[in-house]
């Protein structure tokens, strides 16, 4: 038996200014999208926004449902608007910011576990690392060159093509 030890590394800003610009405009996007969330559940509005490999932006935010489990987290709302909109174009990076009603968020507020999978699956389907930019309503920025580190062991398409299944 022997003990593996995960490490990883990112980096953690003080501002806004610290990102190259292009991503700068990627955070604001996703501070646009919190305007957009519907959570009146939670009262925990959450903005994503997605910068393409052409340059475009899309922007996502939460929705919620009174039957919790169809609600959906801004950054499904992102993937599924870029698949519907802009189908075939590999994703850069994604931002993630948020706000809560009664509560200032000065930490980073990072993918659910279900996001980090469907964000994998972009990864995979394109063949390209996709980059996190995470903030609060303020406060420090988390910058992540490759969303797979957020999610190690990870389940993936070659998983179940190592199982012998013909179907993938
Ligand atoms: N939420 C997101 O949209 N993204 C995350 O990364 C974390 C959580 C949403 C889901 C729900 O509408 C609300 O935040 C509270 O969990």
């Given at each position: 038996?022997?003990?593996i030890k995960l ?67 801004a950054e499904g ?92």
């Amino acid at each position: 038996m022997k003990e593996i030890k995960l490490t990883i590394f990112y980096k953690e800003l003080n501002s806004e200014n610290e990102l190259p610009a292009s991503f700068q405009q990627l955070l604001k996007s996703a501070k646009e999208a919190i305007n957009d969330s519907y959570a009146p559940y939670s009262n925990f509005n959450v903005g994503a926004a997605a910068l393409l490999e052409n340059g475009i932006i899309v922007k996502g935010s939460n929705q919620e449902n009174a039957s919790s489990p169809a609600g959906i987290c801004a950054e499904g709302v992102t993937l599924s608007a870029v698949s519907a909109f802009h189908p075939n174009i590999p994703i850069v990076a994604l931002a993630v910011s948020a706000k809560a009603k009664n509560s200032e968020l000065s930490n980073p507020v990072a993918p659910c576990g279900l996001c980090r999978q469907a964000i994998l699956e972009y990864d995979y389907r394109f063949q390209r690392n996709i980059q996190l930019i995470l903030q609060g309503s303020s406060g420090k920025i988390i910058w992540i060159d490759d969303a797979k580190k957020l999610l190690p062991l990870y389940f993936g398409k070659d998983d179940i093509k190592a199982s012998g299944s013909t179907n993938f």
